[in-house]
């Protein structure tokens, strides 16, 4: 190592172990999220309000953000960027909050 060179940041174990987790989850979760959009249209038959289309548009992009989030989350990781491939692992849950927060606001039964 040279003196212009700066000693590469350590990996979070932590991180490494969320991030396998995730991935394996987001493996068996996309299906059903897959199914989820597919049927979420049906829900305009409640009426076209805005809470609806914000539902519907939540359920249909939800199966983008299961795999897009352990992907970010590897791209980060192996930049040795711990605070994104964090953002990256959250993502998920936060669109899931998001979804469950629509469904309830919405008055849709199960």
């Known amino acids: 190592m040279s003196l212009t060179e700066s000693p590469r ?4 174990r932590l991180l490494l172990v969320v991030l396998v987790i995730e991935t394996v989850a987001a493996v068996l979760a996309v299906l059903p999220a897959l199914g989820m959009a597919v049927m979420s249209p049906m829900a305009v038959a409640q009426g076209n309000i805005l809470w609806v289309s914000a539902f519907v548009i939540v359920a249909v992009t939800f199966p983008l953000v299961i795999v897009g989030g352990p992907v970010l989350g590897w791209m980060a990781w192996g930049e040795r960027r711990d605070r994104r491939a964090w953002t990256a692992v959250a993502a998920p849950f936060a669109w ?4 469950a927060a629509l469904f309830a606001a919405s008055g849709m039964s199960i």
């Open 9 to 12: 940041p350590a990996r979070s």
């Open 96 to 99: 899931l909050g998001l979804f």
